[in-house]
């Protein structure tokens, strides 16, 4: 059974950093992507950055562009969100979530696919807090 663990959120105050962490356990193919994404209350979950590993494609949400990087050690089992130049819209609990995907059937990257909902896998959370 695949399971996600995250860490690293936190307090911070705003043009602070954070870096998250999510670590994959149970994979049993490297077909997958992996991401993170985030909520705040009332609002529906969204896609900040996925990175695939299947087709190495990488996506980030317009607001986080420049600020945000997102990496994956050698091993392919953690996956890393550093988040820099934060701001208070930044304010969300963020969740890791992946998906098996040998390939898109609509030939779009697959980083994009995950980020745009497409998860199977999700972790518990964890609460970034961006005070002004």
């Known amino acids: 059974e695949v399971q996600l663990v995250e860490s690293g959120g936190g307090l911070v105050q705003a043009g602070g950093s954070l870096n998250l962490s999510c670590t994959a356990s149970?994979?049993?193919?490297?077909?997958?992507?992996i991401g993170w994404f985030r909520q705040t209350p009332g609002k529906e979950r969204e896609g900040v950055s996925c990175?695939?590993?299947?087709?190495?494609?990488?996506y980030y949400a317009d607001s986080v562009k420049g600020r945000f990087t997102i990496s994956s050690d050698n091993a392919k089992t953690t996956a890393y969100l550093q988040m820099n130049s934060l701001k208070s819209e930044d304010t969300a609990v963020y969740y890791c979530?992946?998906?098996?995907?040998?390939?898109?059937?609509?030939?779009?990257?697959?980083?994009?696919?995950?980020?745009?909902?497409?998860?199977?896998?999700w972790g518990q959370g964890t609460q970034v807090t961006v005070s002004s």
């Open positions: 979530g992946a998906v098996f995907a040998p390939w898109d059937p609509d030939n779009r990257p697959i980083a994009t696919t995950l980020c745009s909902g497409l998860v199977t896998y």
């Open positions: 990175i695939s590993i299947t087709d190495d494609t990488i």
């Open positions: 149970g994979w049993t193919s490297e077909d997958y992507a």
